[in-house]
């Protein structure tokens, strides 16, 4: 377990989601730990290791190092390894690969184009914005329809449905609300501001029941401003994923700049289960 000031310190330095401490043990429901200048979070039998360091200057026979010496420590059958890239050894031994790329958008040199300026101040005569601590009915059924329409992969899934419970349990997450002339939600972000330096775009989703062109860039925009309020100039926009969505970020100004590496590695005698059971307390 971490303590109060390890909290304060990593929170401090952070520049990844996964090293804000509050909304990974929500998410994964593992306990944190603090090596050298490693996060890693463990439960029963699995282990997810963070291979960002939080200092930033390190080399890959120290993540290694480190990360054997974590393996050796819990003695995990299942190890999630996310970082900029893997070690060799582990890499050795993936039975699940996934590269991608985070995306950030700095506000301190951001310059909206006037185009997107002018689709938000005509959909702002159509949409209310809220900015609540709280998701009711109306969000899970919107979660619902959302999963059900755009058929994530299993990952993704298992995120958006988490949305509930983790808002339920977080101090430093905002949610964003559009809504329609009739009070209906049209769309909703889920912002972290856990972080000292930057807010987090968590997730975002809108309806096609209750559809408005371009809610979507209206809550983006409220994001900015969320954001900004809070003396916070960078704002860590996720994964890239897929096209549709890296062109969305883009035209927003988001631009790619880190590696995203995540291997799957199982120490046991049979693979039964993965991290989306994990993530979903069925292990």
Excluded at 19 to 40: A, N, Q, R, T, W
Excluded at 77 to 106: A, F, H, M, N
Excluded at 114 to 140: A, C, G, P, Y
Excluded at 228 to 235: E, P, Q, T
Aim: charged fraction near 25%; glycine fraction near 6%; charge should be positive.
């Amino acid at each position: 377990m971490i303590t109060v000031e390890e909290e304060t310190y990593i929170l401090s330095q952070a520049y990844v989601p996964e090293h804000i401490v509050s909304l990974m043990v929500l998410l994964s429901k593992g306990e944190p730990f603090l090596i050298e200048d490693y996060l890693c979070y463990v439960k029963d039998n699995w282990l997810i290791f963070i291979g960002y360091p939080l200092a930033q200057n390190t080399s890959l026979e120290k993540i290694e190092n480190i990360l054997k010496g974590t393996i050796a420590r819990f003695q995990p059958e299942y190890v999630w390894y996310i970082g900029q890239s893997v070690p060799p050894s582990l890499s050795r031994s993936c039975t699940e690969r996934e590269s991608d790329q985070y995306y950030k958008l700095d506000l301190q040199s951001l310059v909206i184009k006037k185009d997107l300026m002018r689709m938000v101040q005509k959909v702002k005569k159509e949409l209310t914005l809220e900015r609540s601590r709280t998701m009711n009915k109306e969000h899970e059924g919107l979660i619902k329809e959302c999963v059900k329409r755009e058929k994530p992969n299993p990952w993704i899934k298992a995120h958006f449905l988490s949305m509930p419970d983790y808002i339920k349990g977080s101090q430093s997450a905002v949610v964003l609300n559009a809504r329609n002339r009739n009070g209906q939600l049209s769309g909703f972000y889920v912002v972290e501001l856990g972080a000292k330096t930057f807010a987090t775009y968590v997730v975002g989703s809108h309806s096609k029941k209750y559809y408005v062109p371009h809610a979507s860039d209206l809550l983006f925009f409220e994001m900015i401003n969320l954001t900004r309020d809070h003396g916070k100039y960078i704002i860590n926009l996720g994964l890239g994923v897929n096209e549709g969505i890296r062109r969305f970020k883009e035209k927003w100004g988001g631009v790619p700049y880190l590696n995203y590496e995540f291997c799957e590695c199982f120490y046991g005698t049979t693979r039964t289960v993965s991290l989306i059971k994990a993530l979903e307390g069925k292990l």
